[in-house]
T-cell receptor, first 117, second 113 residues
Framework: DSGVTQTPKHLITATGQRVTLRCSPR?????VYWYQQSLDQGLQFLIQ???????AKGNILERFSAQQFPDLHSELNLSSLELGDSALYFC????????????????FGAGSRLTVL | AQSVTQLGSHVSVSEGALVLLRCNYS??????LFWYVQYPNQGLQLLLK??????LVKGINGFEAEFKKSETSFHLTKPSAHMSDAAEYFC???????????FGKGTHLIIQP
């Protein structure tokens, strides 16, 4: 158990629908990252939050949004779902961002597998 | 911009043989480099990391990697493969002051009995 909790583990839905994926970071970690893993694109960085604020944005579609709450858990909202959104969505957390003196190690959750039919 | 290239989407070795997974990086500043492993139906787990201390880094499960600046490489090795090493392996790079990681496309390691 990495300490990063993601729910649900599996989700099957239809095109056009909206889903919410949830992530609880490891205790003490302030930063949360969302990644999408698909067979053709590999692991793509979507977005990062630090202590409730958006810190970095990657290849996140406009149909997707995220937030980090005061208790530091994060939610990734995916709307107007398309077949191509079927993927494994990972959440990762790290202690603090931008450590110039050392590498920022990310701890990953087990992922949420989204299937869009 | 930083990037990572993993040579070989699939690597097959016999049990007991040497494992060599290749990773080349591109970074405008000295990088931090990582190898993560993903077992079936699980999340990514850190194997090892390079943070500009020793160029030969030892990780978990008998894996090690060597940072070679002249070759911009960070290849992962294990002297003797075990069936339990079958998994997807990802090389990743970050830069000092940056938070996130840029991942390679992954290498699927197959262990033949």
């Amino acid at each position: 158990d990495s300490g990063v909790t993601q729910t649900p583990k599996h989700l099957i839905t239809a095109t056009g629908q909206r889903v919410t994926l949830r992530c609880s970071p490891r205790s003490g970690d302030l930063s949360v990252y969302w990644y999408q893993q698909s067979l053709d694109q590999g692991l793509q960085f979507l977005i990062q939050y630090y202590n409730g604020e958006e810190r970095a944005k990657g290849n996140i579609l406009e149909r997707f949004s995220a937030q980090q709450f005061p208790d530091l858990h994060s939610e990734l909202n995916l709307s107007s779902l398309e077949l191509g959104d079927s993927a494994l969505y990972f959440c990762a957390s790290s202690p603090i961002p931008g450590q110039a003196s050392g590498a920022n190690v990310l701890t990953f959750g087990a992922g949420s597998r989204l299937t869009v039919l | 911009a930083q990037s990572v290239t993993q040579l070989g989407s699939h690597v097959s070795v016999s049990e007991g043989a040497l494992v060599l997974l290749r990773c080349n990086y591109s970074s405008s500043v000295p990088p931090y480099l990582f190898w993560y492993v993903q077992y079936p139906n699980q999340g990514l787990q850190l194997l090892l990391k390079y943070t500009s201390a020793a160029t030969l880094v030892k990780g978990i499960n008998g894996f090690e990697a060597e940072f070679k600046k002249s070759e911009t490489s960070f290849h992962l090795t294990k002297p003797s493969a075990h069936m339990s090493d079958a998994a997807e392996y990802f090389c990743a790079v970050s830069e000092a002051g940056a938070d996130g990681l840029t991942f390679g496309k992954g290498t699927h390691l197959i262990i033949q009995p």
